[in-house]
């Protein structure tokens, strides 16, 4: 049996790795860590620029975040501050999305793979929900809806298929979302399933969906449009 010093040791260690196997992106060792987009190291994330060369620039972007946008055939039109549009985010495990919503709009079925999102309307209403993973009975893809007013905020976990809709036929709404990555990614389910390249197999697809095949490639025919900018 290992000794009380030993077994506190492996006890600690343990808990370092399983933090780290939970955090969503790497906790910062310095103050800021600027990506340095033209240099030609691949790391996860982006190499650290030069912090004599940091200004305050690398921090700010003239984002017209208050201005609306023009929204995609789905109703929506989704605009993410990442990493890739303030390099001082890099590291630092946040970002920010403005979400506009047509009349009737919506931001449809996705997951974001690297963050939580969590939304805040700012105008309108929105019908919101996400589905739990294929965890045992009796909370295996479990439902979990709501209707959001002005002012209210809704959290969606890391990784489930989320969605978003304006239920209003007149009016637009309007969204803050924050998420917890520097590049939190964005999955359509219709999109990556009925819009990739190359296509998966009807064959595949009808199985899975337990539908004939000319309705998949009825489907795979559509143009699936991103509503991300």
């Known amino acids: 049996m290992a000794s009380s010093p030993s077994f506190l040791l492996l006890a600690a260690l343990l808990a370092l790795v399983s933090w780290q196997a939970v ?11 600027v990506a340095d987009m033209l240099s030609p190291v691949r790391v996860n994330g982006f190499v650290c ?22 929204t995609n055939k789905v109703g929506s039109n989704v605009t993410l501050i990442n990493v890739m549009q303030i390099a001082g985010l890099n590291t ?17 079925p996705h997951t974001h793979p ?12 929105l019908y919101v929900g996400f589905v739990t993973s294929n965890q045992p009975a009796p909370n295996r893809n479990k439902f979990l ?4 007013n002005k002012g209210d905020v809704f959290v969606f976990p890391v990784g489930l298929i989320h969605f978003q809709f304006n239920p209003n036929p007149h009016k637009p709404a309007v969204a803050i979302a924050a998420l917890s ?10 999109n990556a399933v009925f819009g990739s390249d190359p296509q998966i197999s009807d064959d595949v ?6 539908v004939e095949k000319n309705t998949i490639d009825w489907l795979q025919a559509q143009f699936w449009e991103n509503n991300h900018n």
Request: proline share 9%.
């Open 205 to 210: 697809l009808a199985k899975a969906f337990q």
């Open 181 to 190: 990555s520097q590049n939190p990614g964005a999955i359509t389910i219709a």
């Open 23 to 33: 955090a969503s992106d790497p906790g910062p060792l310095q103050d800021f860590c």
């Open 114 to 125: 690297r963050a939580t999102e969590i939304l805040t309307v700012l105008e309108g209403t």
């Open 145 to 148: 809806s709501k209707v959001l």
């Open 49 to 70: 620029k030069n912090p004599m060369e940091v200004n305050a620039d690398d921090f700010f972007k003239a984002a017209a975040l208050d201005k609306p946008r023009v």
């Open 92 to 108: 630092l495990g946040i970002s920010i999305a403005r979400i506009d919503y047509a009349p009737l709009g919506q931001n449809p």
